[in-house]
């Protein structure tokens, strides 16, 4: 059983910028949920994806945007990044009504 | 929305005694309840969860109650050993399937003291 990717492991980005992160879930695993955790604290949900529609979203401006692919993978679009949005970003997976979550292992984003 | 507290921030234990982490939650309509552990540059890995019609679930050292009246549950780890250093988080959530997403504390390091 394959487990959640996430890519790239890194990036650099300037204010400004537009930037788009990539998840692959677990096997069989149809909802994809995205999470940002910014050094020191618990991770923060973005929204979450199902039938690549966003399912659910959480206190985040619209330049947070994303997809979800028929093979259940998905992006994080961020669009005029701002020295805050600086963080971990983690992708999680999850069957279709169930609550357990298996996370990716994150996208470190810096924003100079 | 729902606010999670979790308690301490900090905890040092000597290796083989007992470490406990307390949450709080604000939304008497979360109903489920898991526990990640996040090792230093590497992803949160769920280490037990709990669901709102039990009490109390074990898995080997681990075990985590919760009271919902009150709105806490918390996660024992009895005889702790060097590989438990790591921080953990609590989170709650209300919907199945999480279409609210997790609601995630701030985090308690816990540090095994050889």
């Known amino acids: ?112 | 929305g729902e606010n999670v507290e979790q308690h301490p921030s900090t905890l040092s234990v000597q290796e083989g005694d007992s470490a406990v982490i307390k949450c709080t939650y604000s939304d008497s309509a979360s109903n489920y309840f898991p526990w990640y552990k996040q090792e230093l540059g590497k992803r949160p890995q769920l280490i037990i969860d709990i669901r709102s019609n039990v009490g109390e679930k074990k898995d080997q050292r681990i075990a985590v109650t919760l009271n919902k009246t009150a709105k806490h549950f918390s996660l024992h780890i009895t005889e702790t050993q060097p590989e438990d250093s790591a921080v953990y988080f609590c989170a709650a959530s209300k919907t199945g399937g999480g279409a609210d997403g997790l609601t995630f504390g701030k985090g308690t390091h816990l540090i095994i003291q050889p």
């Open chain 1, 1 to 112: 059983e394959t487990g959640v990717t996430q890519s790239p492991t890194h990036l650099i980005k300037t204010r400004g910028q537009q930037v788009t992160l990539r998840c692959s879930s677990q096997s069989g695993h149809n909802t994809v949920s995205w999470y940002q955790q910014a050094l020191g604290q618990g991770p923060q949900f973005i929204f979450q994806y199902y039938r690549e529609e966003e399912n659910g979203r959480g206190n985040f401006p619209p330049r947070f945007s994303g997809l979800q692919f028929p093979n259940y993978s998905s992006e994080l679009n961020v669009n005029a990044l701002e020295l805050v949005d600086s963080a971990l970003y983690l992708c999680a997976s999850s069957l279709p009504g169930v609550d357990t979550q298996y996370f990716g292992p994150g996208t470190r984003l810096t924003v100079l």
